[in-house]
């Protein structure tokens, strides 16, 4: 369980290889993870292949966290499940998009058993969140059949690096009591004080010209433009993989 409460991202691993052994294990707990209706609605691609990783690696614009030996691509999937259905005299109907989002849960569940057990035998991990970004490119290159898309990717290896932990909004940010209770100004300058303040805050206003930690997160790092040209490219894609069919 102290897992959990160490977990940071690592970007940097040694040439060591992960053990078959070691990554049938966390496979595994993977399998075990919570999944709608027991249907287990997803895939994991496992890349190890240098030149499969090299090509994976530009659709995550050469992060250094690519060069990790591991590469996991967590998808949503409705292929195999349809396929049962189909050989079982049963009518699929899971081509719209709440079949979509049922089938991205099952997969970002399974994602993060992985990490925990991953993080569990010793290895470093680190989620990458720009699969949606490319996710046109991903299915091609992972050849994902229709009713297949890509929803996040985690790399896994021996860490190199063993970077402090990094700071996480404090309870009273994410939880609510028996109803949503909406934020006050006060409570906003509260809950983001001390992320406000932090050194490394100053440090990325600094190089970033900003006056604000939230200016470098509109302006630089998650701009509005980049997020409907994404959002776009995802709706193109659930199109293409079949998950837009929401007539009945």
Known sequence: M???FTHRSIRNFTEQKVEEEKLTRILEAGVRASTTGNMQVYSIVV????????????CHFNQPATKAPVMMTFCADF???N?????RKAAPGYDNFHAFVVAA????????NVSLEAE????????LGTTTYTADRIIDILKLPQGVVPITTVVMGYPSEMPELTDRLPLEAVVHREVYNDYTPADIDRIYA???TQPLTLKLLKENGKETLAQVFTDNRYTKKDFVAIS????????KQGFMNNEM
């Open 2 to 4: 102290n897992t959990i």
């Open 47 to 58: 890349t190890t292949d240098s030149e499969c990783r090299e090509a994976l690696n530009a």
């Open 79 to 81: 292929n195999r499940f």
């Open 83 to 87: 396929k049962w259905c189909e050989q």
């Open 105 to 112: 849960i099952d997969a970002l569940l399974a994602s993060q």
């Open 120 to 127: 569990n035998q010793g290895l470093g991990i680190c989620y």
């Open 194 to 196: 001390e992320r406000d």
């Open 232 to 239: 776009n490219l995802l709706l193109d894609v659930l199109k």
